[in-house]
């Protein structure tokens, strides 16, 4: 008699057992599916917002759809652009990756509502002569299939690990739904050989400027006698470079909605703003090394907070300048469905920028620590010094590419930067190693060397190889597309 109740509680508990497994196990398999719902939750709200704003519109649903792809659109670069902004900074573990999350929504948001591309040439600054796109029908579905090519792409990027180039992906899909529309003739092709020339001239031109700082603090302040002496003097100097660089870059892209402002003016607030950094972080700095051990540990302490602020304005200035990604084609569409008297020219809508800044925070926190990861440990591994020199060297080369009329990719010098960080790095710890005599006279087995390298090959392999064919698998897809709506419309 005694041992049925104990029997009975054995089995309550064995069922018990049971169904915590069930919830766990429902749990694990859920999880993956809250970030897609979310998604589809933000898009659906998009185009409720889409259907209310344009009621008394004709052909009201062409732009909800447009719509609809435009925050896809935005909800995919969120995942894959903003990583390379984020990663080097959660790479040096100078941010977690929940704080750099949050400063990138925020920045991203103000970068894109404050100082975000007012006016965007839908027709990708030449790529199609605009007479190819004339008949407002064409125009409409050329945008839609740009849109919708290059949101996949990114998609497919971003699934695959590989930091892309959103300009390139909507460049590619402007130009894929031009030839679909009037042939090879209606492309401008010297334009797009001076953007295939990008594909060179950004990573190499971001990695030479990041291995040159790299270089700079490694001589003049890690293999210093007095390090936090040499930190003193030289981390305000490199903070005021910053904030000159960062002052001189917003001003082009965020003021001349205001004034304007050309290369010298910009370049003359970048010096105020280069002075007064200065002044301001030299006591500060100072205050900051006392009592620290003259090692090269103590020196990353003191690169971590202009990191911080380094990251941030980064993701400022990509909201400023990458949201017209995002929402272009969809403002071109609406423009187009509106008033498509000059459609070559279109100012984006108010609702518009909010679709893509909110697209742009969304799909970097639902999508985004997978490439943050990526960009920010699995290339090279990063320290705060490495990681400023790599955000440094992205302001610094957009504004020389600016200067200089070259047209470059803000993913690529980023993630040039990183190979150049990681690059020169092999090269300097193999010099190293030559002058204090572990390399003289003892061959290297293939092995070892390649436990040396610093950087890893497969990853460099499969970014390049995403980038060469970002243009030509964006321009297929579009015109695909391009093709199938227009059907679709007959």
Same mark, same amino acid.
């Given at each position: ?61 062409? =732009? ?72 407002? /029908?064409? !125009? ?10 290059? /949101? ?47 594909? =060179? ?44 660089? !960062? ?60 990191? =911080? ?26 423009? /187009? ?29 639902? !999508? ?123």
């Amino acid at each position: 008699m005694t041992d049925r109740p104990v029997n009975q509680w054995k089995t309550l508990d064995k069922d018990l057992n049971r169904i915590s497994h069930l919830e766990r196990g429902t749990q694990y398999v859920a999880r993956p599916l809250i970030a897609p719902g979310i998604a589809l939750a933000f898009i659906v709200i998009v185009a409720v917002i889409a259907a209310v704003l344009t009621g008394g519109t004709s052909d009201r649903m062409i =732009v909800i759809a447009a719509a609809v792809f435009g925050a896809y659109m935005a909800l995919n670069i969120g995942a894959n652009d903003v990583a390379n902004n984020m990663g080097p900074a959660v790479g040096a573990n100078a941010l977690t990756m929940g704080g750099a999350i949050a400063i990138a929504a925020v920045f991203e948001t103000a970068g894109a509502l404050i100082a975000g591309g007012d006016v965007v040439n839908t027709i990708s600054g030449g790529i199609v002569s605009p007479e190819s796109l004339a008949d407002r /029908a064409t !125009f409409i579905w050329a945008m839609m299939a740009a849109l919708i090519s290059a /949101a996949l792409w990114i998609n497919l990027a971003t699934w695959v690990g590989a930091p892309v180039s959103t300009t390139h992906s909507v460049v590619g899909g402007v130009m894929g739904a031009g030839i679909a529309a009037a042939g090879l003739a209606a492309v401008n092709w010297p334009t797009m050989a001076q953007i295939a020339a990008s594909w =060179v001239i950004s990573p190499v031109l971001g990695g030479a400027v990041a291995a040159m700082f790299l270089a700079f603090i490694k001589a003049r302040v890690e293999y210093a006698e007095d390090k936090i002496a040499a930190a003193r003097l030289w981390v305000p100097i490199l903070t005021a470079i910053m904030a000159g660089a !960062f002052a001189t870059y917003l001003s082009l892209k965020g003021l001349r909605k205001i004034v304007d402002i050309d290369m010298p003016m910009a370049l003359a607030i970048g010096l105020g703003f280069a002075i007064f950094t200065q002044i301001i972080t030299k006591p500060l700095i100072r205050r900051q090394s006392e009592g620290l051990e003259n090692r090269k540990k103590s020196l990353k302490k003191l690169f971590g907070v202009p990191l =911080v602020c380094s990251a941030a304005l980064l993701s400022f200035a990509h909201g400023a300048n990458d949201v017209a990604n995002a929402v272009g084609p969809l403002a071109a569409i609406v423009h /187009a469905v509106q008033d498509f008297d000059d459609a070559t020219r279109v100012i984006i809508p108010l609702w518009v920028m909010i679709v893509g800044a909110a697209g742009l925070s969304f799909g970097l926190m639902l !999508f985004g620590p997978k490439l943050i990861r990526m960009v920010g440990s699995q290339i090279t591994k990063l320290n705060p010094m490495r990681a400023y020199c790599v955000a440094l060297s992205a302001a610094i080369t957009v504004i020389i590419a600016s200067g200089l009329g070259l047209p470059v990719s803000s993913t690529h010098i980023a993630v040039g930067a990183i190979f150049g960080v990681g690059f020169y790095r092999e090269w300097d710890a193999e010099k190293r190693a030559r002058a204090n005599g572990i390399l003289k006279g003892k061959p290297v087995a293939p092995e070892e060397r390649s436990r040396r390298k610093l950087v890893r090959r497969s990853h460099f392999l499969t970014i390049i190889a995403a980038w060469v064919i970002t243009v030509p698998a964006t321009s297929l897809l579009s015109a695909g597309v391009f093709l199938c709506l227009s059907m679709l419309s007959l």
